[in-house]
């Protein structure tokens, strides 16, 4: 059967570019991009391929874009990440939950297979520091609350409904053409337009602080591959899928290697909690045994991508 597939939160930081790749392999036509906001800064995904506005809290505005377009696979990107979701945990929980219930039922109805991206969030301080795929999942932020509670309800669509539903916990995402918006993980994206923009930068977090991370083409990669797999492969619901870890001051030292006046602080407030109570890596065997789960990115060769690249956006040499 063709894919017709919807993806909601299409203007953050990974739908941005989901919905390009998927528009490369499906055809645009084939692809709905859908965002709170009829206005975005980016209006690639409107110009290449059909674009409806969904609230995601709204599930009927989701069904009407499901029946228009005969959609078949749906992709629910949006949520409250975890440092935002410290601020207001109760919209946090509310946002995150109720739209993922509204995915859930709708996938049940109309036979959606879903993609829904957990967190390394899921993980507390009692999971081990090489984090397992089965553990202990004990969070302390609302978000990591949320997802551990998404996970389960996924499990539960899965298991007594017999809906598709497949995750990812991922890693901080770094990219260069959407900001992420609110997460802990988000000075690995800030430090290098800082880095372009005024040769330093104070990172809220310490040096040694050292979480999951991924590289944006490698989330991609990711999430097609386990979307594609066939379905009596997977094992899990929500895989651990790694990336490259490292620490604060490992990717100032490598970004130094090609700006050496390039300055690095470290100024630690509230996030610096939340990353704390995350594991230093994730133990991603079961991902590349279920589906042949493998990431091409190491940190020198994401480092000098990221310069180059956001060098070229901001318009300067690095
Ligand atoms: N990048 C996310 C965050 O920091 C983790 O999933 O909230």
Redesign the pocket.
């Known amino acids: 059967m063709d894919k017709k597939i919807l993806v909601i939160g299409a203007m953050g930081q990974i739908g941005s570019e989901l919905v390009l790749e998927l528009r490369k392999i499906y055809g645009n036509e084939n692809v709905v991009a859908s965002g709170r906001s009829s206005k975005s800064p980016d209006e690639s995904s409107k110009e290449k391929g059909p674009f409806e506005v969904i609230e995601a809290l709204d599930k009927e505005q989701i069904r009407k874009v499901v029946e228009k377009y005969k959609i078949n696979e749906l992709y629910h990107l949006a949520a409250i990440?975890?440092?935002t979701g410290e601020k207001d945990p109760k919209t946090a929980w509310t946002i995150n939950m109720d739209s993922l219930i509204n995915v859930l039922d709708l996938a049940k109805e109309y036979n959606l297979r879903v993609f829904w991206p957990s967190?390394?969030?899921v993980f507390g301080p009692t999971t081990p520091k090489k984090a397992p795929q089965q553990t202990v999942l004990e969070p302390t932020t609302m978000?990591g609350i949320t997802k551990v509670a998404g996970e389960l309800l996924c499990s539960y669509y899965k298991d007594k409904f017999g809906v598709d539903v497949r995750g990812l916990r991922?890693p901080?995402?770094i990219s260069y053409k959407t900001l992420?918006g609110g997460?802990?993980?988000?000075y690995a994206v800030e430090i290098f337009y800082e880095c372009i923009k005024k040769k330093e930068y104070n990172c809220f977090v310490s040096c040694e602080t050292t979480l999951p991370m991924m590289y944006m083409p490698d989330c991609i990669k990711s999430i097609i591959q386990l979307m594609q797999a066939p379905k009596e492969n997977l094992k899990h619901v929500c895989y651990n899928v790694a990336g490259i870890s490292f620490s604060a001051k490992e990717l100032a030292d490598e970004i130094k290697k090609s700006i050496s006046c390039f300055k690095c602080s470290h100024e630690p407030d509230f996030r610096q909690k939340i990353a704390d109570s995350w594991p230093n890596e994730l133990d991603d065997s079961e991902a590349r045994k279920d589906w042949n789960w493998k990431p091409d990115y190491d940190l020198k060769r994401m480092t000098a991508d990221m310069l180059e690249k956001i060098s070229e956006k901001l318009g300067k040499q690095g």
């Open positions: 990440l975890s440092a967190s390394i969030a978000y991922f901080g995402i992420p997460g802990t993980t988000d």
